[in-house]
């Protein structure tokens, strides 16, 4: 099986102001700035990814934001494009996140437009896929996250998967504290892999798929012993300096 680096990225969400921000970066840094094996990066509020980004700045944490608008510029109140987000100092963009999807009307058609306009800016994107509570019962998980990743297939080429990172998370599992066991996760995991793969070959099976929902310290290890999970992407437990360094440790490749 072809070698791929673990990526192991913090999604802050609504949390954290200026002063919270840097200080947990600096922390961050002080307990993973050694860690070479694993991809780190970290996605804090828009108004604080300047301030972020100085403190990142020649370390081995990568900087992202949680989305980005696929326009480039324009009358779109509210919005950041992908070239802002470069300028601020970014290397990635989350999109399609569930709770975009769930809440500002993040379609499938509206997380291809921002996968593109991502990696046309030159930044890299987490694509989030996942399952509802209700889907999964009605046994509909593959056939959702299919629909989801195909959307986004769609608008790739081969030459954007170096840059592309899928992340598996399933609705019901994030902020839950119920996290899919390693099983029911590397289910979908070879479920995206084969998708990936069947549309690349071998380029799309390198594709570094994340898990995430209620990653934490103590079950990020059973996870990322899976076969085709290859990191993770962290909400709560990545608020917390320790927290958030114990998982990427935990998904230190063996060796
Ligand atoms: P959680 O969030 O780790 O708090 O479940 C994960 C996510 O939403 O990315």
């Known amino acids: 099986m072809a070698h791929r680096t673990p990526i192991v990225v913090g999604n802050w969400k609504l949390h954290k102001n200026i002063a919270e921000a ?3 970066v600096t922390e961050l ?14 996605a804090p509020v828009f108004t604080s990814l300047s301030a ?10 990568l900087l ?22 470069l300028d601020v100092g970014c290397q990635f963009a989350i999109v399609g996140h569930s709770e975009r999807r769930a809440m500002f009307g993040d379609t499938d058609a509206v997380v291809a437009k921002k996968t593109r306009a991502v990696l046309d800016g ?3 994107a987490i694509v989030c896929v996942g399952e509802t509570e209700s889907e999964r019962d009605a046994g509909k998980t593959t056939e959702r996250v299919g629909t989801q990743l195909s959307a986004v297939l769609e608008i790739l080429s081969s030459d954007d998967l170096e840059r592309v990172v899928i992340a598996y998370e ?16 590397q289910e979908v995991h070879a479920f995206i892999r084969k998708q990936m793969a ?12 994340q898990y995430g929902g ?19 992407l962290v909400g709560g437990a990545s608020l917390k300096a320790e927290d958030f360094a114990a998982i990427v440790k935990a998904s230190r490749p063996a060796r």
């Open 170 to 185: 399933p609705v019901w599992a994030i902020g839950t504290g119920r996290t899919a066991t390693p099983a029911q996760a």
């Open 198 to 209: 069947a549309r690349f070959s071998s380029a799309g099976e390198a594709v570094r798929i």
């Open 122 to 124: 030159g930044l890299r």
């Open 29 to 42: 840094k002080n307990q993973l700035g050694t860690v070479r094996d694993v991809e780190i990066g970290v």
């Open 214 to 232: 209620s990653v934490k310290p103590d079950n990020a290890q059973a996870l990322m012993s899976e076969a085709d999970i290859d990191g993770a």
């Open 52 to 61: 972020v980004a100085k403190r990142v700045e020649g370390s081995n944490l």
């Open 64 to 85: 992202g934001a949680q989305d980005c608008f696929y326009e480039s510029g324009g009358a779109f109140t509210g919005e950041v494009s992908a070239a802002m987000l």
């Open 22 to 24: 840097t200080a947990l």
